[in-house]
């Protein structure tokens, strides 16, 4: 059935609210209060409707976009972007990749500019075959306007034939996210060339990092012509320095991920300047005695990004990452070594997350019971803030209030909500906003408005487990 005709299904069977059947699970926490809220199912259609931890909302909180893509195939096989109304449960499809096959192009993780309401998502290349086919070096950020459904626009230039072009990257982009203004897109990356050195050598030299990308005055990226090459809007510039083996004991990293933007409008500095342009980050780093630990770190982003730095030129050359602009400055800012269980844990995997204002930048740790917990610092670095006092772990991404106030997670299998204010008195007390329930919700978004709280859960749909989206208020 075409992914259109879901969409009298969906209308038909947005019936109201639906409350989800609890079984036999742990107790919340003693800070937890207040019975769980009633949660409306958006979609019903025998498909999934990913999510996938981004900004979804439209800039009028009217739609929710997503991809359907199927868990066998993941991104590879999806062909749709798709929004859901989160009134009426309509869908529109946004684009449908005329490549599509099971290798390839592919097209997911949808992210929404919060200005224009274009939406931003992962494509692979246009010649994808069976033996190249979509991969984490193979692969560009795309986007679709809201006017222009099924035109495509390339976001990042990818120029993998020497010598390499200042502003065009020769890997792929992942795991893109606008910044409050919509000018600007963040994303991680991994590079074709030292992939391929790396597959052939066993040497580990692809390493994943992190890149942003803005329109400059010069216009578009362009690169000369090849089978795995595409122009872009914008240019593109790798912002954090990774290294295959850092030294113990140093703030050297082998791996940046799950990054986001700092603050609506950056943060202020110690010298009290304002830093219009950062991104958090996770980088894992060698402690003294040799081990492997991950531990926040954040880069101050300049203005200009097409200045070559010190460390080499941008495009990188054959053997060389490209390396960050003038100007690009990673720092540390958590030491967790001494904690009894050190460092940032990977399960639940989780991106970080500013609050609005910039002041607060939000991880998961273990406390010393070993229950997995959020915990705030500064991006001026200092002591960390255990936030939630959960008895059980918190199981997923933690997102902020549209006013900063609170945060929103899952434990216990339930969506909770924390109040989030150092200054308040009920700072750290929780409250369930759903029943607990067998399926794991996941990828939660809220709303600008701060009025609604949209996540994924599987239900059983025509015999299988599909991610369906729900909404409930906080």
Known sequence: MAFRSFRALCHLKFLGWAVCISGI????????????RTERQLTFAPHNHNL????NFSPDNQWLAFDPREDETAIAGNAVIARVSVVTGEVQELYREPLAQQWGPGVGATNVNPVDGSVAFIRGLNKATAERPYAMWRRVGAYVRIASPGTLGFL?????????TPGALRGGT???????????????????????????????????????????????????PGPENNDGEMFAAIVVRVVPSPRPGSDEISRAFE??????????????????????????????????????????????IDVPGPNGPLEGTTTLMPQPPLGAEQRRLTY?????????????????????????????????????QAYFIAPQGGAITQITQGQTSVQSCV???????????VSGQAVMVCDARPSSKSFGVARALTQPTQQLPENLVWSYDGRTIAFNRRVLTAGLWRQQIFLVQP
Do not use: C, M
Request: net charge positive; hydrophobic share 35%; charged share 30%.
């Open 174 to 224: 992942h795991r893109h996210e606008w910044s409050a203004d919509g000018r600007w897109i963040g994303f991680t990356y991994n590079d074709a060339l030292l992939a391929a050195r790396e597959e052939s050598t066993g040497e580990k030299v692809n390493l994943r990092t992190i890149g942003v990308a803005t329109r400059l005055d010069r216009g578009r990226v362009r690169v000369p």
């Open 336 to 372: 967790t070594a001494t904690r009894k269980f050190p460092g940032v844990v990977l399960e639940p995997r989780h991106w970080l997350r500013s609050s609005p204002d910039g002041t607060r930048i939000v991880f998961l740790a273990k406390d010393d019971a070993g229950v997995v």
């Open 399 to 409: 997102r902020w209030s549209p006013d900063g106030a609170s945060i929103v997670y």
């Open 259 to 304: 990054d986001a933007w700092v603050g609506r409008e950056g943060y202020r500095r110690a010298d009290g300047g304002r830093q219009r342009l950062a991104r958090a980050f996770l980088g894992n780093v060698r402690t003294s005695e040799g081990r492997e630990l991950t531990e926040v770190f954040i880069v101050d982003i300049p203005e200009r």
């Open 25 to 36: 699970f742990p107790t919340q926490s003693s800070a937890t209060t207040t019975p769980a």
């Open 52 to 55: 996938d931890n981004n900004d």
């Open 156 to 164: 990042d230039a990818r120029d993998v034939i020497a010598p390499f």
